[in-house]
C-alpha cells in the first residue's frame, strides 16, 4: 500500500515524542505571550436566511469555525472541512471538546453541492458531519483517501493529486494544492492517503483553502503558479511546542510569509480558537498575526483574525467594491 510523504526535508516527530509532551514528561516550551487570554474565537449565529442561496455575484466565504468553511458562488455552496461534532476525536475526550458551538446546526445549511476535505484528520474529516450532510453528496479529497471513505458508505468520491485540476461544475475548477503535513486515523493508517490545499476557481475568483500546513516551499510554489489568488483562507494555530508541531502547523509569522508567496489579495485566519489542539493559550494566535502583520508591512484588513460566523463578500478584482468583509 502507498505511504504518502512530504517531498521536501523537514523534522520528522515520533510516537515517543507525542507521549513525551502529553505526559509533561521533561522541559516544557512556554507561550511567547503567557498572559493571552484563554478565551476561544468570537461567535456570531449564522441564520438560515443569509446562507440560504449563493450570491448573484462572486462568492461569499463564511467561516464556521476551525477549519470549516462555506464557499457559496456561482450558483453552488461548497463546504471545506466540515466538522459540527461536539469533539474532533475518535472519543469524546474532554480535552478535545469544542469551546464555541458552531454558527449554526448542519439542518441550517443549503443545499451542499459538495465537500472539498483536505486530508483525514478527525478535526478536518468528521464522519458524523458528513453522514449528516448525505452519503450521496459529491466529495473530493486528496488522494488515497477515496476508498476508505466508500468503505465508510459514501458514493460519491473524488480524489486529486497535487496540482490536479477538474472542472467540478460548470464554470468552476477545483485544484488540489500542496502542504505540508501528515495524516491518519489511527496509529495503524499514518500517511495511508495524502494531504493538500484546495483552489477554488469561478465566477471570476481565486479562493484558496491551505489545509493543514507547516512552512515549507509549497507557497511560493502556489504563488508562482496560481498567483494572484483573490482570498486565502491560511492556518494560525495549534503551533505549539514547536519542536513538534513546526513540521505540521504554522505559527502566525509563518503563515504571515505563506499569505505573502502564495500571493494572496486578502485572507482570513483559520485553525484557531475553536478546539484546544496544543498549548498555546487560545487567544495567542490572532494577536501575534497582528505583530507579524505590521512586522511584514501587511496592510491592516488584508489578513485578519475574525469571529466564527462572520463572512466575506469577494468578487473579482475589476468589479467595484471588490473583496468587502467581513460582515455579518
Request: proline share 9%; charged share 20%; hydrophobic share 40%.
Amino acid at each position: 500500500m502507498k505511504i504518502y510523504e512530504n517531498p521536501w526535508p523537514h523534522e520528522v516527530h515520533r510516537v515517543i515524542d507525542i507521549l513525551r509532551w502529553k505526559l509533561r514528561w521533561g522541559p516544557q516550551e512556554t507561550p511567547e505571550l503567557p498572559d493571552a487570554p484563554q478565551t476561544p474565537a468570537a461567535w456570531r449565529a449564522v441564520s438560515r436566511e443569509e446562507i440560504a442561496t449563493p450570491p448573484d455575484a462572486g462568492w461569499r466565504v463564511t467561516w464556521l469555525g476551525h477549519a470549516s468553511f462555506l464557499l457559496q458562488g456561482a450558483g453552488v455552496s461548497l463546504l471545506v472541512d466540515p466538522v459540527f461534532s461536539e469533539f474532533c476525536a475518535p472519543l469524546p475526550f474532554p480535552s478535545l471538546r469544542r469551546r464555541v458551538p458552531p454558527p449554526c446546526m448542519t439542518g441550517d445549511l443549503p443545499r451542499i453541492d459538495a465537500v472539498l476535505l483536505t486530508h483525514g484528520h478527525y478535526d478536518h474529516l468528521d464522519l458524523t458531519t458528513l453522514r449528516r450532510i448525505g452519503k450521496g453528496t459529491r466529495i473530493f479529497i486528496a488522494k488515497g483517501h477515496a476508498a476508505w471513505l466508500r468503505g465508510k458508505g459514501f458514493t460519491n468520491v473524488s480524489e486529486l493529486a497535487w496540482h490536479t485540476s477538474a472542472e467540478i461544475f460548470p464554470g468552476i475548477r477545483l485544484t488540489a494544492t500542496p502542504a505540508q503535513h501528515f495524516t491518519a486515523r489511527t496509529l495503524l493508517n499514518r500517511n495511508r492517503g495524502h494531504w493538500c490545499g484546495w483552489l477554488v476557481e469561478g465566477a471570476g475568483c481565486k479562493l484558496w483553502h491551505a489545509g493543514d500546513s507547516g512552512y515549507c516551499p509549497a507557497f511560493s510554489d502556489i504563488g508562482g503558479r496560481y498567483g494572484p489568488i483573490d482570498f486565502g483562507m491560511i492556518p494560525i494555530g495549534a503551533y505549539l511546542p514547536r519542536r513538534i508541531m513546526r513540521a505540521m502547523h504554522m505559527n502566525p509569522q509563518e503563515a504571515v510569509r505563506a499569505f505573502q508567496e502564495s500571493r494572496c489579495r486578502r485572507a482570513v485566519a483559520m485553525h484557531w480558537g475553536t478546539f484546544q489542539l496544543t498549548d498555546e493559550p487560545l487567544g495567542e494566535p490572532p494577536i501575534l498575526l497582528e505583530r507579524a502583520r505590521r512586522e511584514h508591512s501587511v496592510a491592516a484588513g488584508d489578513f485578519v483574525a475574525a469571529g466564527i460566523g462572520d463572512h466575506w463578500q469577494v468578487m473579482p478584482v475589476e468589479s467595484a467594491g471588490a473583496n468587502r468583509g467581513p460582515t455579518g
